[in-house]
């Protein structure tokens, strides 16, 4: 058991950091408050070889794991959570299944323009009427000759209004439930195809969330992506890497919470001294880095396992459910350490106060990460 990074990904960790200290840090306030998508950066990470880490340098990507793509993650979600989801969408979902699930020509179509970011994509799972029941999915896909035909709506889409292509599914057979269910590539300009409404969110505001609808959406049959009637299988396949990604990304927000905590205590003066010498003060900082580091275990953990191949569906729900409870808490202490300072957007808590909150709702909210971890304890 070894529990030292390589000075690879020391180096990688450092110049993530650099990258986001220097490009992101300036506008993280001015792009919240405008909602504005931070587009010419992600453009940015696609040229470093961020936006494709955990892929093969055939399809366009750096061949790196989920370690290093889990340290990208955190690195730039210490700085600012909307760049992290970006990518984290981008990534673990949308690209990761027509890895996991596409076919060679695929691949090579799709593949290697979103590993290189050339191309952002999203994933659409989620709609109004099933949510946590990802299997009462209502959006159809009906097969008329060499084409299908989709109608219905997705909704809370990460990057749904800026991407180039969306993985979605759709149900090809109403009667099989959950096992009747297919997923679709869908390239932004198909007839039919269209982005709808933009939510108007908490937190995260960079990050562009919201529907997608589908109107009699013609696609040629070589869209299917995987077989037909597994895309809910390959949709559970998919998010074990998913989250994996929240899980970093409810751990960077935590990081940067703390670290500005930490700051704040040693600066502020109370009673003639500074707050961090008062126990109270300790206590919960001590708490904070406690859970940042258990945190970081139950992730790195996952990612190892999920570099060697093996399952992770336990390890990886253990990960985000602790992760990201975790980071609530954390940010909560954060803008309690600060006081009525807090409260004021001139401090970062106040942003990660709000932006945290998503860890433990997207992606599967906690009570379905208890679920999901029960039956694997259950099963042994």
Not at 22 to 39: K, L, R
Not at 78 to 107: F, M, P, W
Not at 215 to 231: D, H, I, V
Not at 298 to 311: H, T, V
Request: hydrophobic residues 40%.
């Amino acid at each position: 058991m070894d529990f030292e990074y390589t000075p690879e990904q020391i180096h990688l960790r450092k110049a993530v950091r650099e990258f986001a200290e220097s490009e992101i840090a300036p506008h993280v306030m001015e792009w919240d408050e405008a909602q504005t998508f931070p587009m010419e950066v992600i453009k940015h990470l696609g040229q470093l070889g961020y936006m494709g880490s955990v892929f093969p340098e055939e399809y366009g990507g750096a061949g790196l794991g989920y370690i290093e793509y889990s340290i990208i993650i955190e690195e730039l979600s210490r700085v600012d959570g909307s760049v992290g989801i970006i990518v984290a969408a981008h990534t673990s979902l949308c690209s990761n299944h027509i890895y996991k699930a596409g076919s060679e020509e695929q691949r090579r179509r799709y593949l290697t323009k979103l590993a290189s970011g050339e191309w952002l994509g999203c994933w659409s799972l989620t709609e109004p009427e099933a949510g946590s029941d990802a299997a009462g999915t209502r959006t159809a896909a009906v097969r008329q000759g060499e084409c299908w035909v989709l109608n219905g709506a997705k909704t809370f889409t990460t990057n749904a209004h800026h991407a180039d292509v969306c993985v979605a599914m759709a149900v090809t057979d109403r009667g099989a439930a959950q096992h009747g269910i297919s997923a679709f590539i869908i390239e932004k300009d198909t007839p039919g195809f269209r982005a709808g409404k933009k939510e108007n969110k908490l937190g995260l505001r960079a990050s562009a969330t919201g529907e997608v609808i589908f109107e009699n959406c013609r696609l040629p049959a070589c869209q299917l992506l995987g077989k037909p009637s597994e895309g809910f299988v390959d949709s559970l396949k998919t998010l074990d890497g998913g989250r994996i990604s929240i899980a970093a990304l409810a751990l960077g927000m935590a990081q940067g919470a703390y670290d500005a905590a930490l700051k704040y205590s040693k600066l502020r003066h109370q009673f003639s001294r500074p707050i961090s010498e008062f126990q109270a003060i300790q206590h919960k900082l001590v708490d904070m880095a406690t859970d940042i580091d258990a945190s970081r275990l139950l992730i790195y953990r996952a990612a190892a396992m999920l570099d060697k191949g093996q399952r992770v569906t336990r390890e990886s729900a253990m990960a985000k459910l602790f992760a990201s409870e975790a980071a609530v808490r954390i940010a909560n202490e954060a803008v309690q350490i600060h006081g009525g300072y807090g409260f004021i957007k001139d401090y970062p808590v106040e942003k990660f106060y709000r932006d945290v909150k998503l860890c433990t709702i997207g992606e599967g909210t906690s009570e379905i990460q208890r679920l999901v971890i029960a039956r694997q304890l259950l099963k042994d």
